[in-house]
């Protein structure tokens, strides 16, 4: 009898950690994983709304601490007494940590009660570490050895911290880690002055943004005198100015203000105390987050565009010109063939920058290339080759993104002969422009860099895109010290529509990134298409998905083997258990299917191992975390992806007859699956980890077995032992889904030119739907009903986009207002806007921000929110008015409950109460105790409702 005890424990062992790594283009999300459990005490009632304003990761953007070599200096005692006391409390944690994950590896499943009963627990020694943090501050701050100033963030990991909302803040409470990187700091700076001046290095370099605001210089003052005043700042710094020639390697200089140099910790600290730095922050490394779903999405029908489409409506998003940030571009691959182009918009400023690879040609589709590699060079410690310094993708991720937001159309389109149709953009007809900012091969497993980021959206910017799309992203944190962040919020102040990646690090809480409210940041989830292959045993069959080439031969059954049971020599169970390379004995799995545990690994490498030690198939089971996602994936061998309860039946099987066989049927492509759309298990999730009051992600979108371009320089793996190449590749990911996003902005732009960004935003988001195509409620991975958490204001709907009734507009000035009421200073503000600024003296509450949804943390007592929204036709008189379905426990009360309008363009307030009902009811279980509803404008006859998600978080009943 074959043991399969060692399996299932890692099937359903929520506390392994390596099973709970999703299947994303790096490895970095395991080490993630347990500190996204501590997101989760976001959802604590117990904050006030004051405190529940300013919530962040990082450091605080108004003021640090920093050292003032002329004050006293701490004792060194009271350091080192501190540093005790936050090592001893950090250690309690870590071990209440290890016992719980002791306690679930001692259980053949494990409950999400257990692991919420373990959060409980640290999140009450967070209380008492929280409380020494503070009385150490308290401590701290009496001998006066430092003061605030502008945001300095070294390489230190900083947690979260609760801080109090002011207008114009000049200090807020710190976090004791950033306290002890200040004192190193103080400690290193006490004879800085003398070792800057003459250059001498404190420690080794690394590469730093000095970020000082959008650009202010009249339009006399030329690029190279910007560039020239970098040097300046950086030489006052170094007393050397040739030291700072030398040290930089980016000049933002045109609508972004600042530079990105190599420096040592101290240097960097020292420029953050000049007055004209907004903030300085580390060369972070950031991640890379279809034939069938524009149909899916209702644009065409059986392959043919009908006169209704949105397509025709928006002429296929002519001109509108698409600009991605990515891994480059295949300039070759038929998706960006210009036949159906005429001649480039005269607006375009861009370049196709080809110096070193010639054979890359721009055309009248793709109207631009560029690259931007030296933020990845300063990583990267290394000369880089020719390979790098080109925007010809050698991954195949740029390509296939680019693709979906607006590649030309491919007719015969398909991945392994799978999926065979047209393969276009969601703006077809948009003209298309690569910013190249990811490369290989992975530094510290990341390819793309702030300090390149930064220079491609002050590129793309100047190009004169209208549309950017970002499939990338990292841990969030402070809005002034993320590139994505400024770099949107520039080009959004430009009038360009940027989208972004939710990130795939679901299905937990907290795990969404991209947080900006400017930025559209999108969720993924499956289309009703899949490639089913099926798994027969026991006179049993089990379904699955899978895009192998190859299937077994004949119609006998094959033994199966558990990977557990075939553990190579110098190999651990663990690994085996996911297959990794070289850890299967191929004395044991020679000639047979083999079964592996979704996690840590690629899951074609997993394929790859089976191969290699001369199994004949692989049957790939998910964890539990992973539900009933199950993705199709070009493995190397017959292989399919199966669900954890159909996992759980195999298994149980196998373990019940000592010769367990079965036998894997090559997959067929299938149409009209339900339910569809469910959330993707890797799909990213909220709440907002930095404010609560703003729901992050905005949407849901095709983000599954998504098929588009791909490079000529890539295997459909992306890994080296691969040989194959392909056109068009299949792929799943929050990467995925953002392109999709940004083809339909594209449209919604080519109807309305004229359009804010926040407006296009709220066109995608209060036209979505909460309903799958059988007009049912969304589900989960685990065939459960989804929350706003998981897919933000519903799954898109273009047609219904170009013409949404009304709008949450917002303009450059809401955001300031935003920042400001978060605790960024008005000088800050100031450089960010290039003129004078002044926050406002009563600033506006993070909740009432004028966002298309509505999202109340800690309801305690009645409170009341406003909003503005904007008719914006095509009547020009019209009533709009108000239907609430209210969330469970509590009254939401619309006043006034109708708005009439007059003209188009005319804009109307109204305000939102949210109170308890009385008699209180139970608050909901999960979901940290939020209740959902929603509120929805209608205009009657002319069919458009306009609606808003409300979550509400309910107290506690004591």
């Keep these: 009898m074959a043991s399969t005890g060692g399996l299932l424990w890692g099937i359903a062992g929520l506390g392994s950690m390596h099973l ?36 962040k990761l990082s450091i605080p953007p108004a003021s640090h601490f920093f050292c003032d070599s002329t004050a006293s200096a701490v004792p060194e005692a009271t350091i080192e007494a501190l540093k005790v006391q936050i090592a001893t409390l950090q250690g309690e944690k870590e071990q209440l940590i290890k016992e719980h994950q002791e306690a679930l590896d001692a259980q053949k499943t494990a409950s999400r009660e257990l692991k919420e009963q373990a959060m409980q627990a640290a999140l009450q020694h967070d209380q008492a570490l929280k409380d020494a943090k503070a009385a150490a501050e308290a401590r701290l701050a009496e001998p006066a050895s430092c003061h605030t100033h502008r945001s300095f963030l070294p390489y230190v990991h900083l947690g979260m911290e609760t801080g109090t909302a002011a207008a114009a803040a000049e200090s807020t409470r710190r976090i004791l880690l950033t306290l002890a990187a200040s004192f190193f700091l103080c400690s290193l700076l006490q004879g800085a002055p003398r070792a800057l001046a003459s250059g001498t290095q404190q420690s080794s370099s690394s590469g730093y943004i000095v970020y000082l605001g959008g650009r202010s210089h009249g339009l006399g003052v030329s690029t190279e005198a910007v560039t020239e005043s970098h040097y300046d700042i950086l030489g006052s710094v170094l007393g050397d100015r040739e030291m700072a020639r030398n ?99 005269d607006t ?84 298309v422009a690569a910013y190249r900012v990811c490369f290989s091969p992975e ?20 190009d004169g895109v209208h549309i950017i799309t970002a499939s990338l992203g990292g841990d969030p944190r402070d809005f002034l010290e993320d590139a994505v962040a400024i770099g949107s919020l520039h080009a959004v102040k430009a009038g360009i529509t940027v989208v972004c990646s939710a990130g795939n690090n679901g299905p937990d809480f907290g795990t969404v990134n991209n947080l900006a409210p400017w930025v559209v940041t999108v969720a993924a989830s499956t289309t009703d298409r899949g490639f089913t292959a099926y798994l027969v045993f026991n006179k049993t069959r089990v379904g699955g998905q899978s895009l192998s080439e190859t299937s077994l031969r004949g119609k006998m059954f094959y033994p199966m083997i ?51 030690a001369g199994g004949v198939g692989m049957v790939l089971v998910n964890d539990e975390d992973s539900g009933s996602t199950v993705t199709a994936d070009a493995h190397i061998l017959p292989a399919l992806h199966i669900s954890y309860t159909d996992g759980l039946a195999l298994l149980a099987y196998i373990k019940s007859t000592p010769t367990p066989s079965g036998f894997i049927t090559k997959a067929r492509t299938v149409v009209g699956m339900t339910p569809a ?75 309305h030119p004229d359009w804010s960004p926040a407006a296009i935003k709220s066109a995608i988001m209060t036209t979505a739907t909460d309903l799958d195509m059988e007009k049912r409620p969304i589900l989960d991975p685990f065939l459960e009903k989804a929350t706003p958490f998981a897919y933000g204001s519903g799954h898109v709907f273009p047609a219904r986009a170009l013409d949404p009734g009304l709008v949450y507009d917002a303009s450059t000035a809401d955001y300031l207002g935003f920042l400001c009421t978060l605790g960024y200073n008005a000088t800050a503000m100031e450089l960010f806007n290039g003129v004078p600024y002044q926050c406002p003296a009563s600033p506006v509450a993070v909740q009432d921000l004028n966002y298309p949804t509505f999202t109340i943390p800690a309801l305690a007592e009645p409170r009341t929110v406003r909003r503005r929204v904007t008719n914006v036709g095509p009547a020009q008189q019209t009533t709009y008015t108000a239907a609430v379905v209210e969330p469970v426990g509590v009254q939401v009360t619309v006043t006034p409950p109708t708005l009439a309008f007059g003209a188009v363009g005319e804009e109307k307030e109204f305000h939102v109460t ?45």
Aim: charged content about 20%; hydrophobic content about 40%.
């Design 247 to 345: 040290a930089i390697f980016y000049s933002y200089t045109k609508n972004i203000n600042g530079f990105a140099a190599n420096l040592d910790p101290g240097v960097a600290a020292a420029i953050a105390e000049r007055p004209d730095v907004v903030s300085v922050f580390p060369n972070r490394g950031l991640t890379m987050q279809t034939t069938r779903s524009w149909e899916f999405l209702g644009l065409e029908r059986a392959g043919e565009v009908p006169k209704w489409s949105a397509w025709e409506v928006a002429r296929y998003g002519e001109d509108v010109i698409i600009g991605n940030l990515d891994s480059g571009v295949w300039p070759e691959s038929l998706s960006f063939n210009d036949g159906e182009m005429g001649a480039i918009p």
């Design 20 to 55: 709970r790594a999703r299947d994303v283009r790096t490895s970095t999300a395991l080490l993630s994983r347990w500190r996204h459990w501590f997101f989760l005490k976001l959802f604590s009632t117990s904050p006030s709304a004051d405190l529940l304003a300013n919530r």
């Design 562 to 612: 558990v990977a557990t049971d075939a553990v190579a020599p110098n190999s651990t169970v663990d690994d085996a258990r996911l297959c990794k390379l070289e850890t299967l004995d191929a004395a044991k799995v020679r000639g047979k299917i083999v079964v592996c545990v979704k996690g840590a690994n690629r899951r074609i490498e997993k394929g790859e191992a089976v191969r290699r």
């Design 443 to 462: 530094v510290n497993d990341t390819q793309c860099f702030d300090a390149d980021i930064l220079a491609a959206f002050e590129a793309a910017i100047a």
């Design 914 to 958: 949210f109170a308890e009902k009385v008699p209180v009811v139970p608050r909901p279980e999960g979901a940290g105790g939020y209740a959902f509803g929603a509120l929805v404008w209608s205009d009657g006859t002319g069919n458009h409702q306009v609606r808003s998600p409300l979550l509400v978080q309910r107290p506690r009943i004591v």
């Design 677 to 751: 759309p469910i959330m993707a298990d890797f799909s990213s999730q909220g709440p907002n980890i930095l404010n609560r009051q703003i729901l992050k992600p905005d949407v849901t979108a095709p983000g599954v077995s998504i098929i588009a371009a791909w490079s000529g320089q890539a295997a459909p793996s992306d890994r080296p032992w691969d040989p194959r190449r392909v056109a068009f590749n299949a792929i799943s990911g929050t990467s995925m889904s953002t392109p999709h996003v940004a083809g339909i902005a594209g449209l919604v732009r080519t109807v």
């Design 348 to 431: 375009w400023k861009g370049i196709c920058q080809n110096e070193h690879d010639p054979q890359f040609q721009c055309n009248s589709k793709l109207i631009g290339a560029r690259y931007f590699n030296k933020g990845y060079g300063s990583a990267a410690g290394a000369p880089l080759g020719d390979r790098q310094n080109t925007p010809r993708d050698d991954d195949g991720h740029g390509s296939h993104t680019l693709a979906t937001a607006g590649g030309s159309s491919v007719r015969g389109a398909n991945a392994f002969g799978y999926g065979n149709g047209t393969a276009r953009g969601g703006s077809p007809l948009a003209r």
